[in-house]
């Protein structure tokens, strides 16, 4: 099926530093979203993207829709203790004629802070 | 509003044993979706809803049944599970207009 492929898969950094991490796809997608999920909870929507080269910022999270509609971005810029999770990025893809989709989502990026 | 809930949080079954996992949202989304989530596979769809009455399938739905007899239920039931079954199982929901899906606590399976 299709999939999304991120990197990295882990990060180890300290706070206040700068994070990026990305996502890319063998086909197109229309839409970019970028989720957090923090330790036992479910996945929390962070930043959509909607337009190729559209870059969008949620406070410290920048993401950008790639040019090539293949691949996104996204950054944390002086990270806290609160960054600590994993990042999903995922796209909505066409499952029937009738225009629903559903979403797929990549495998993941697991965000350390060294203490 | 409580958002998606989910029942049980934690479960372990043993082999052959059916169950169901409870999903409830009060926000009147029409779009309902069970996921999986296994370490290193990202979320895998199972199963989706886009009314009442109207379930289909998503990327993995063998051995899981749905249905969705009210716009706020949309109970998966596992008629048979396997030990490849053990997972964290997430329950979402939407708006057929946007994007922004909201996610329960999930429940925690293990299949012995």
């Known amino acids: 099926g299709q999939q999304l492929n991120q990197s990295p898969q882990s990060m180890f950094i300290q706070e206040g530093e700068d994070v990026s991490m990305n996502c890319t796809s063998s086909s197109i997608f229309n839409t970019w979203l970028w989720y957090k999920q923090d330790p036992g909870e479910g996945p929390v929507l962070l930043i959509a993207l909607y337009k190729a080269g559209e870059l969008t910022s949620n406070g410290r999270l920048t993401a950008q829709f790639g040019i090539t509609r293949k691949d996104s971005f996204l950054n944390i810029s002086a990270s806290i203790p609160s960054d600590v999770g994993i990042y999903f990025c995922?796209?909505?893809?066409?499952?029937?004629?009738?225009?629903?989709?559903?979403?797929?989502f990549g495998t993941g990026t697991r965000l350390t802070i060294i203490p | 509003n409580a958002g998606v809930t989910q029942t049980p949080k934690f479960q372990v079954l043993k082999t052959g044993q059916s169950m169901t996992l409870q999903c409830a949202q009060d926000?009147?989304?029409?779009?309902m979706s069970w996921y999986r989530q296994d370490p290193g596979m990202g979320l895998r769809l199972i199963h989706y809803s886009v009314g009442a009455g109207i379930t289909d399938q998503g990327e993995v739905p063998n051995g899981y049944n749905v249905s969705r007899s009210t716009t706020e239920d949309f109970p998966l039931r596992l008629l048979s599970a396997a030990p490849s079954q053990t997972s964290v199982y997430f329950c979402a929901s939407r708006t057929l207009s946007t994007d922004t899906q909201y996610f329960g606590p999930g429940t925690r399976l293990t299949v012995l």
């Open positions: 995922a796209g909505p893809r066409p499952i029937s004629n009738f225009g629903n989709e559903k979403l797929t």
């Open positions: 926000m009147n989304h029409e779009y």
